[in-house]
Each structure stands twice: as C-alpha cells, then as structure tokens.
C-alpha cells in the first residue's frame, strides 16, 4: 500500500504525494480554500448548511433510502432557489445548474423506473427549468382572444413539446384554427396515466391513436401552415421537431419533446443513441454542460464527476454531495485511484477543506473529514491545529467537537493554544482551565506556581472563583491543590472567619 506523505508548500497549503519523487508533479489534496465566489453568497450559505444534516443522515443510512434522500438534496436546491428570490441571478443560475445536474443523475441513475421507462421523469424536469411555457401561457390567458395574440402558436407548441394536453386543449379552444386537435388530444395516452395497467396496454393504446393521427394528416388540408406542423408533431416527424427546436432551448428539451411523440416507452438503455441525434441537430461543438450530461446518459457516474470539478473548479458543494450520494447508490467505482483514495473521497476532502478554514462552517467541515475512512484523520490531524482560535467560544466549540470524534488528542492541543495565548495575556486563571482541559499537568503545576508568586507580589487572587469548582480535579496536581486551600484560607481571613481558618 502507498504511503501518503505531505510538505507544506506555503502558509495554507498542503501537498500530498506518494513519494518524495512525485512531489513536484502531484496536485493539493488538502487546501486551505476560504470560501469564495458563490459560496459568499446567502443562497449557498443556506444550501451548505441544510445540506449537512442531509449529509450526515446519508452516512448513517448507509445504502437505504438513497432514492428518498436524493430527492432532499433535489428539493433543497429548488427551496434555495425560491426561498432566496432576492439573490443576485448568476448566483441563482448557478444553483439552477447544480439541480438540473443533479435532477439527471437522479433519474439515470437512483430513481427505479417503472418498466425502465425515463419519459415522465425528464418532461417533470423540463416543465420545472423551461418555465417560458408557463410565462406565455399566463400573457395569453389574460387575452380576451388569446388567438389573436402574435405568440398563440409558439405557446401551443411549446406547450406541446412539454406533454401538457390540459394547458393545450384549453387553448385551442380560444379559437377555431385548432378545433380539429381538441378532440385528438383529449383521447391521447399519457403514460402517467397507465400506472396502474401494463406498459405493453400503454403501447398498443398509443399506437393506435398516433396511427389515427397519421390517418387524418393524409386526408386533411389543414391551415394555417402551423396546423399541419402541429399535426406532423403528433405523427413525430423529425422534421416540425427542427423546425421549431428554437421553441426548445436546448437539445435535452428536444429530446424529451421527439420521445413523447416517437416513443414514449424508451427504456433508459436507449436513451443515448436519441441524445446524440439531438445533440447533433442543435449542435456538434458541446458545451461543458453537454459533455456532463451526455455522461449521465452514457452511465459514466466516474466521468460526470470529474467533468464536474473540472467545470466548477471554484466550488466543490455539488462534486462531494453528487459523488456522495452515487457512491450509496452503488454507482460511483470506490476503486482507489493514483493518489490513493476514491474519487469520492477525493471530492469530500477538498470540500471539506474549504469549510473548515471558514469561521461560519468550519465545524460542518470536521464531519465531512469524518466522512473519509482513508485520509480523513490525517487530514483532521494537520487541519484542526491550523484552525484560527479567534475567541475562547471558537475554542471551546473546536475542543468539544474533537471530544465528540474521538480526536482527544487534538482537542488537547486546542487546549493547550489556548492555554499558552492566554498565558502571554497574563490571564493565568483562564490559562489554568484550558490546561486542566487538555490534562496538561505539568503546566498546571507551572501556572499555579505563577499564581501564587503572583500573590506574593500583589497580596490578592482575582478571578480565581472556579477553584471552588473543581472538587477531586485539583488532586491532579500537589502545586494547584495548594493554591485551592490557600485561596480558601485567604478568603475566609478575609470575611474576618480566622477561627475557621485554622
């Protein structure tokens, strides 16, 4: 097994390496990265934050209820999206893009699909980011002739690209041109209607209506023009689908809109060959998001990962969660890789060394180090003393939370920092706690001795009053034993009680 050695190569930056030899040539594994960009912003701070109780109730989980826990991260993006409608646009666009990603490898590959089919899950998905059907439908129906309105058809046509019959039938009826469809679409199988019978029921109740509307393309001479590309949509030919693709956006709206009218029954195995003819006809130059996408559609969850952290070099939120959550589902290869650990987490240990440098989120930081049975403590092990212990809350909270992961000697070390910052502060009585904290007894012995020297100098104890507190603690140590009873001893000459003194 390789041997994980490390060098600091400046102030806040750590290499690690196989070997002495591939030093120079190796990339960071641990990073000092305070959060920038988007993860100033108050929307991802909101997500960050939710996302960790998300994240530690996967560990426990373990492999149950990956499908209803993937959907919690899914609704959590939406929520922020909502939730934060103030938020700059590029920071919304951004979270946009993480649930798009994220609604994809959910359905390729967590969501058990009915019969493999992926049709219903990816028109939900287009109706939720492709919103301008929703935009022109509410302009027109506030129309007194909405056919009149100069945007009726594109409506109409991208509400049908999007399988919404209801929304369509309503218009059409708002005018004459389309009466012919009305009824067409009212007898139109959908699948989510078929949930309770057989898919080959659904098949055969499909075909026949689509061969109803080849029928009555062959025999009617529709107009306007766009009526018979309505009708051409419904028969599925490739060409209407061209004609308008603009109406689509993208290619993955367009493949969605081609399935619903050539076939609805995909299963998920041939998703990939439509993809391409989609992506063909918008466009052969691929754009970072296609190329993560198509990944999702090939089933590569190990190439959608790291097209991920190529393409958000500057955030690791989605990387770790995404990588997370395929690794339960069983689909992310847990195979260690060059740098001796997997590509899970990999993504984990650099998300979380962003979060444990950062004064809000450094404790969330902490269970995401947890999280890597490999390289997790070691990377707590170099991380927690670089820490900056700002106040003694900090301190305090980073003391407890070394407690509670079994890193006691660590939480130790938190202690005796502050013990010596305190110390060079002439705060001896406080210094003294953070010593009995890290049951450093030597230094114990050391600062009671200064307080008593103190006394001898000054003829009183301030802020001494937790001595009293203490109980068996102070037999830890014969020097602060003593300075205990002389503290008692004084205070009681003091309130004139000499008697009790003796």
Request: with cysteine; charged share 20%.
């Amino acid at each position: 097994m390789t041997t994980l050695g490390a060098e600091w190569i400046d102030e806040h930056r750590l290499m690690a390496y196989g070997s002495k030899s591939e030093f120079s040539s190796m990339v960071p594994l641990f990073k000092e990265e305070h959060l920038g960009s988007d993860h100033d912003s108050l929307i991802m701070k909101y997500i960050v934050f939710e996302s960790h109780s998300l994240f530690t109730e996967v560990q426990e989980s373990g492999e149950k209820n990956v499908q209803s826990h993937s959907h919690a991260y899914r609704s959590l993006l939406r929520a922020a999206i909502q939730e934060n409608s103030q938020e700059n646009d590029d920071n919304k666009k951004l979270v946009a893009l993480y649930e798009l990603i994220w609604s994809f490898c959910e359905v390729i590959f967590v969501e058990h699909l009915p019969g493999g089919c992926v049709l219903p899950y990816l028109q939900e998905l287009m109706v939720w980011h492709f919103p301008q059907a929703d935009a022109m439908l509410s302009v027109l129906v506030a129309q007194e002739a909405p056919n009149q309105h100069p945007m009726y058809w594109d409506c109409i046509i991208t509400l049908l690209f999007q399988g919404r019959v209801t929304e369509t039938v309503m218009l059409l009826k708002a005018g004459s041109d389309g009466e012919i469809f009305i009824p067409l679409l009212e007898e139109m199988p959908l699948l989510q209607n078929f949930s309770g019978n057989s898919l080959s029921d659904f098949k055969i109740s499909w075909s026949l209506w689509q061969d109803n509307c080849k029928a009555l393309k062959d025999t009617l001479e529709l107009e306007p023009e766009t009526c018979q590309d309505i009708m051409g949509l419904l028969c599925g030919e490739l060409d209407v689908f061209i004609k308008y693709k603009s109406l689509a956006h993208t290619w993955y709206h367009l493949l969605t809109s081609y399935l619903l009218y050539t076939a609805p029954t995909l299963s998920i195995t041939s998703l990939n060959t439509y993809a391409k003819d989609m992506v063909e006809i918008f466009s052969p130059n691929l754009t970072a998001l296609d190329q993560i996408l198509l990944s999702v559609i090939e089933f590569d969850a190990h190439n959608v990962i790291t097209q991920c952290v190529a393409h958000f070099e500057n955030s690791w939120w989605l990387v770790a969660h995404l990588a997370d959550i395929l690794h339960h589902a069983g689909q992310l290869d847990s195979t260690f890789l060059g740098y001796g650990c997997s590509l899970r987490e990999y993504v984990l240990l650099r998300y979380a060394s962003e979060l444990v440098f950062c004064d809000e989120l450094w404790g969330l930081g902490i269970d995401y180090f947890k999280a890597c049975s490999t390289f997790g403590k070691a990377h707590l092990e170099l991380a927690i003393p670089r820490i900056p212990l700002k106040n003694q809350r900090k301190a305090l909270r980073l003391w407890s939370a070394c407690n509670k992961h079994g890193l006691e000697d660590l939480g130790a070390g938190v202690c005796r920092v502050m013990s010596s910052n305190l110390r060079q502060n002439e705060q001896l009585g406080l210094a003294l706690i953070w010593s009995l904290r890290a049951k450093d007894y030597t230094t114990v012995t050391n600062i009671s001795e200064q307080l008593l020297d103190k006394y001898i100098e000054t003829g009183g104890f301030t802020h001494l009053d937790f001595l009293e507190q203490l109980g068996p603690t102070k037999l830890c140590s014969n020097r602060l034993m003593f300075l205990g009873k002389y503290r008692e001893l004084h205070s009681l000459v003091r309130a004139g009680e000499r008697k009790k003194s003796r």
